[in-house]
């Protein structure tokens, strides 16, 4: 069974880059035709798509944050990590990696995301 | 992007009670709708994906309908462990989008 963890600093300073990097265990981040996915999710608030990362190159990412996100994958450490640079405190938020995975039901193909890290406080403040 | 709008919120209910959220988008994306479950502290859990389909493990008192705009969870006799938030969230379109949350309290 496939298992995520994120690590990484729980503090940065404003302007800086948040790192943070996903491992996967269970099983290879190369197998299978997943879509690698960090969310972020500020103190009672609800849940934001940052992006994606396949097949070890393609990425897709928030329009609002795209200026500002890189994601890549590590297929050695079979990791994948996000790097959101810039910071303010308005990035301060629980940061989540998960995989989204498509399944087939009658008429359509459609995906969901499954499993999910435990999810990191990332606090941005000098 | 698609906009998604959950109802009500907060839910206040009873162990026992029948329980009805309901989530609308802002265009139809039958059946591209999953739900998901998040306790205090934890990450999202996935109950319902394409809609209408349990996802293995979920306890079959989780239920889920609806087609075009409109879609519902149900939880058929909650149980203290469902006390919780949930989300709904498409997979019609990128980017995906998730619902503002329907938090079941205790009443």
């Known amino acids: 069974q496939v298992q995520l963890q994120e690590s990484g600093p729980g503090l940065v300073k404003p302007s800086q880059t948040l790192s943070l990097i996903c491992t996967v265990a269970g099983g290879s981040i190369t197998s299978g035709d997943y879509y690698w996915t960090w969310f972020r999710q500020p103190p009672g608030r609800g849940l934001e798509w940052i992006g994606y990362?396949?097949?070890?190159?393609?990425?897709s990412y928030n329009p609002s944050l795209k200026s500002r996100v890189i994601m890549s994958v590590d297929t050695s450490k079979n990791q994948f990590s996000l790097k959101l640079s810039s910071v303010t405190a308005a990035d301060t938020a629980v940061y989540y990696c998960t995989r989204e995975v498509a399944g087939v039901v009658p008429g359509a193909t459609v995906n969901w995301f499954d499993p999910w890290g435990q999810g990191t406080l990332v606090i941005v403040s000098s | 992007d698609i906009q998604m709008t959950q109802s009500p919120s907060p839910l206040s209910a009873s162990v026992g009670d029948r329980v009805t959220i309901s989530c609308r988008t802002s265009q139809s994306i039958s059946p591209y709708l999953n739900w998901y479950q998040q306790k205090p502290g934890k990450a999202p859990k996935l109950l319902i994906y394409a809609a209408s389909h349990l996802q293995s493990g979920v306890p079959s008192r989780f239920s889920g309908s609806g087609s075009g705009t409109d879609f519902t969870l149900t939880i058929s006799s909650l149980q203290p462990e469902d006390f919780a938030t949930y989300y709904c969230?498409?997979?019609?379109?990128?980017?995906?989008?998730f619902g503002q949350g329907t938090k079941v309290e205790i009443k």
């Open positions: 969230q498409q997979s019609y379109s990128s980017p995906r989008t």
């Open positions: 990362i396949y097949d070890n190159e393609t990425t």
